[in-house]
């Protein structure tokens, strides 16, 4: 569901819709089936949306039919307006979607898009989903954000912090836990037998040898250098300005970042509506579409599903690849 | 010329030979003619090369001929091998473009890479292309660099520091200095009568209210009020990463960046083969091509000639605003 006051339920309504013509995977949604119908009706969506009693039904629907598994209450939100109250149905949604995946009743998780300040509000106490998903699932190690696009894979080693600490922040083994963790899923989650990572610099020009940054030749290049030593294809330090283009994509299969906009501005330049936001390192399969609740034009029937489409596609894809992997 | 041992003369040979086909405005080398000769020959490349005596006498030359000014000395370069002995005559290839310019007898300069290293070592002190610049021609305010290529402009704020660095080193001042440069630059060199500055933020998510950092509030946010008080439109700060997508192209001319990969990384990524930089806030017109000397192609006609084609493109194109503007 994620937040019901936000696009999320429209996106939805529009990727039912698309269902067919585009060959979409099984999908249902965990939400009320009462708001969506109204929000379809409003949206003048021709689309028919059924409640399910449980994940297995969704196959005995007509096709072009929308499957919801029913929250235990109705879900009253205004499009554009947040409330607090409808917090612990947002949550119940994710914790039902990830108890579901677990049981393998369900082949990943898509999460349509959440307002934190309110969830905060209720009580929620983690920085996003990425961090509740690994509260509820508790893997070996932190799960690591990628973004996804056709044609380029990237994850940041830092995520949420201001520019000026990430120099300080960074460290040989953050960049060791995250390559591997990234490692791991392109060769189980993408199906790449022999994954090429390739390394951003943190330092325009890649520090110049030092002359602009140490981080490159304290930080960055011994981490390159000992995951080569385990046999990983793992290569850079690269300038960040280099690395990305048409030529260069072609020579890795995702790009480890140092910051958040390091990743985030070359893959949102390049397609800024079909982003996915792929969750690794999870016992279960994770996606979302890579934007926010949109509260400025929720209600309106403008959002793209692009996204969503995407994100639903890329967590089939997962799911496919998990079950063929040896 | 440029940096003999590098790229420059055989890129400026195939710009030679391009010339007729894109119709590119007339130019002229500064060089020695006897080395591009050998060069060409080297090439296989059948364009004919004729000293001059003054810019004047490329009117006279057939179609199709390069016109070279010659240098007081044979220049003698092995490909890839850059020595201090020819920084002498790289350095006089450049005043003397600058003073031709200044006396109207060319209506701009395009300057070929140089090698830094061996400049250094020959006694130069400046730290670029656009600093030496800045020494020969005294302008009011520091020269800016702005990237540009078909449908993108950018200007970084700061350039060449480490990414540590930047945030501390971030100004109102120096802000609404370089916009202002930028602001009449768009509109006497590019003829965008009431120019739109988009001006990015430092911080992810534009520091999201100050959680992720102050440099937006305390700095950036006030630059771009003070600008928009003096009756320019400028916008920001948005965050970088979602401003650089197509949709979002179309709402400025030129956006101002936080740091050097804040700028080329969007550039770079959509277009990395014909990146032109400008300089911006000279009493003459410069550009040069996006890239470097790269020795390690050198003397092989690899490197493609698309940056220094755009390069004369956009000289020509910036002199001819200049002319026209009121």
Do not use: W
Not at 240 to 258: I, K, P, S, V, W
Request: charged fraction near 20%; glycine fraction near 10%.
């Amino acid at each position: 569901m994620g937040e019901p006051a936000g696009i999320g339920g429209e996106i939805l309504i529009k990727a039912a819709l698309a269902a067919r013509a585009r060959h979409l995977p099984t999908f249902f949604a965990i939400d009320d089936p009462e708001r969506l119908r109204a929000l379809a009706d409003q949206m003048g969506a021709r689309v028919s949306i059924e409640p399910i009693a449980a994940p297995g039904d969704v196959a005995g629907l007509p096709e072009g039919t929308l499957g919801v598994l029913p929250l235990e209450n109705p879900v009253e939100a205004v499009p554009g307006r947040p409330s607090a109250t409808t917090a612990p149905q947002v949550i119940r949604s994710i914790e039902t979607a990830v108890a579901l995946a677990r049981r393998g009743a369900a082949c990943g998780i898509i999460t349509n898009p959440i307002q934190k300040s309110v969830l905060y509000e209720a009580g929620f106490e983690h920085p996003g989903h990425t961090e509740y998903l690994g509260h509820l699932l508790r893997p070996a190690q932190p799960p690591v954000m990628m973004l996804a696009i056709e044609g380029l894979k990237v994850v940041p080693v830092t995520v949420h912090l201001p520019l000026s600490a990430v120099a300080g922040s960074l460290r040989i083994e953050s960049i060791l836990l995250t390559a591997k963790t990234v490692l791991g899923a392109l060769a189980r989650d993408f199906a790449i037998p022999k994954p090429r990572l390739a390394v951003a610099a943190l330092n325009p020009h890649a520090g110049e040898g030092g002359a602009l940054g140490p981080e490159e030749g304290k930080i960055i290049q011994p981490a390159v250098a000992a995951l080569r030593a385990l046999g990983h294809d793992v290569r850079g330090p690269y300038p960040a300005d280099t690395l990305f283009h048409a030529g260069a994509r072609e020579t890795y299969d995702a790009a480890l970042c140092m910051y958040h906009d390091q990743a985030l501005i070359p893959l949102k330049t390049l397609d800024f509506e079909r982003g996915v936001n792929i969750t690794l390192g999870l016992s279960i399969v994770r996606t979302s579409p890579d934007h926010g609740t949109a509260l400025d034009i929720a209600g309106t029937g403008q959002a793209s599903a692009e996204s969503l489409i995407a994100a639903i596609e890329t967590a089939a894809s997962i799911a496919r690849n998990r079950r063929a992997a040896p």
